[in-house]
T-cell receptor
Framework: ELKVEQNPLFLSMQEEKNYTIYCNYSTTSDRLYWYRQDPGKSLESLFVLLSNGAVKQEGRLMASLDTKARLSTLHITAAVHDLSATYFC?????????????FGKGTRLHILP | GAVVSQHPSWVICKSGTSVKIECRSLDFQATTMFWYRQFPKQSLMLMATSNEGSKATYEQGVEKDKFLINHASLTLSTLTVTSAHPEDSSFYICSGKRGRQETQYFGPGTRLLVL
């Protein structure tokens, strides 16, 4: 059974600092997602990582994937208050055509102005 | 882009009544749709997977007689919460995907409050 673990689960940091959120998963997968969720809202897709060594960047966020280590990271550079949200990683189970995804517990990021 | 809508966006009902939530893919055909439930400060939990024209596949612990899912067309899936109770109060989110190896596109969610 696929398990997805994120850490930390809660992160309070100051603006302009850098930090990394980690996502470990337990079985082989060929697709990993990062999502952002603001309070009371649904999910916003940030990144889809498809292969070992994949790196994607959007603004102050950069995501990477190491399929051998079964690890993805979401790095935040010079954080700003607007990045405060909950961030989820999710891993595709790759099972048949349903391809359901399993979510981590989420990382609540609070950036202090 | 691919857009998924949900209706209603929020609903309040009395205990014992049934509530139907619609999930529509507006600009693509969703061969597979997923229904999730999210309690406050928790992650999304998959309830069921539905493919157009076939019965939904429910996750372990989800009562299929209580949460009725119908995927009648490639653009519409419905979730009916039957005989709702206060513990069913939650944020329900659907998603759709075009096909295998495709990204899921999430709806805006429906907040259900059962009194």
């Amino acid at each position: 059974e696929l398990k997805v673990e994120q850490n930390p689960l809660f992160l309070s940091m100051q603006e302009e600092k850098n930090y990394t959120i980690y996502c470990n998963y337990s079985t082989t997968s060929d697709r990993l997602y990062w999502y952002r969720q603001d309070p009371g809202k649904s999910l916003e897709s940030l990144f889809v990582l498809l292969s070992n060594g994949a790196v994607k960047q959007e603004g102050r966020l950069m995501a990477s994937l190491d399929t051998k280590a079964r690890l993805s990271t979401l790095h935040i550079t010079a954080a700003v208050h607007d990045l405060s949200a909950t961030y989820f990683c999710a891993v595709d189970t790759g099972m048949n055509r349903d391809d359901k995804i399993i979510f981590g517990k989420g990382t609540r990021l609070h950036i202090l102005p | 882009g691919a857009v998924v809508s949900q209706h209603p966006s929020w609903v309040i009902c009395k205990s014992g009544t049934s509530v139907k939530i619609e999930c529509r893919s507006l600009d693509f055909q969703a061969t597979t749709m997923f229904w999730y439930r999210q309690f406050p400060k928790q992650s999304l939990m998959l309830m069921a997977t539905s493919n157009e024209g076939s019965k939904a596949t429910y996750e372990q612990g989800v009562e299929k007689d209580k949460f009725l899912i119908n995927h009648a067309s490639l653009t519409l899936s419905t979730l009916t919460v039957t005989s709702a109770h206060p513990e069913d109060s939650s944020f329900y989110i659907c998603s759709g995907k075009r096909g295998r190896q495709e990204t899921q596109y999430f709806g805006p969610g429906t907040r259900l409050l059962v009194l």
